[in-house]
């Protein structure tokens, strides 16, 4: 507890430096962070047209990560950090010790990838769907090796109709057949975009037809920590063709998200939060309380049995 209390002040340390930093100073430039590796920073510079600059980074101010947004000066012999500037979002993971570690900031799309081989796991899809709206970001469901399925318009999984319904896109590819990979790459044009989903549904391959200038490592088993290897490629910020950026994620893109505990978990289920309006207890968790509207939709049919399940493993698991 103590760990963690203190890095709340050194939150509240780095949210004061913030503050005080004048982007009208002309000493002061904004920059985007692309690549973070071992202290060492590579910022686009926001404000003028120079090449990236690699930056150090000033004591306290936390972890910086791909797609942050920073505040640099630079001298001759070096440019530094001085301040991130507010994030929109930060994911987060947790490693295999039970730290929680920055992933990326500012992502605006994430993009949920299943396959048909390995074969959905709908409790995950709900975990990365909850984090994702509890962090203001869009999500995409993208159902890929569509190639291994025989009739496509079977819906497979039920994804179109559970998911469709709630507001969410569903794309179904294949790299194979290059199927619908054109309308995967306009998807993500004008976003910020983040691949994220277990080992072996394609995520390599996706990044690969979306950044086809990088060299992406496809059928890697260094995602897995049981393997007890490590991937020593790092995290970057991509620009696409279309517009729009792409924060690969290479070695952690089967993350586990995290899921916010202060933020309700009802408020990201889309169907559950419009539903609780109804309840007759304004903080009714929808578990056995009488009079709740969440339970009659599940009892109708209206919201997917399967959704409030994995509603209520969620709200066990953080509660
Ligand atoms: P990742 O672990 O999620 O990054 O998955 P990879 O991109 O490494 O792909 C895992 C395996 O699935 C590789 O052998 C790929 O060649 C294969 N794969 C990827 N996309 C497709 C697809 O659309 N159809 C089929 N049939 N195989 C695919
Ligand atoms: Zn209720």
Redesign the pocket.
Known sequence: MAGRRLSQQQKRRIQQSQAVVDLKDENNHSGLVISHRGGEVEVEPLDNDQANLQCNLRANLGSIVSGDRVVYQQTEQEAIIIAIQPRDNLLQRVDGFGQVKAVAANVTQLII?L???PQPNLFLLDQYLLSAEQQDIEALIVL?????VDDIDSDPFDLEKIYQPLGYQILY?????H?HIEQLQQYCSGHTNLIS????????????VILPDEEI????IS?SSKEGRHTTRTSRLYHLPLGGDLIDTPGV??FNPVVDPHISIAAGFREIDAASQHCKFSNCKHLNEPKCAVISAVETGEIDSGRYQNYLKLLEANS
């Open positions: 990838c396959s048909v081989e890929n090796k569509i190639d291994l590819t294949s790299i194979k057949d199927y989903g277990v080992s072996g549904v394609g995520k390599s391959s996706l990044t690969q490592r496809i059928g890697e995602e893109r089967g």
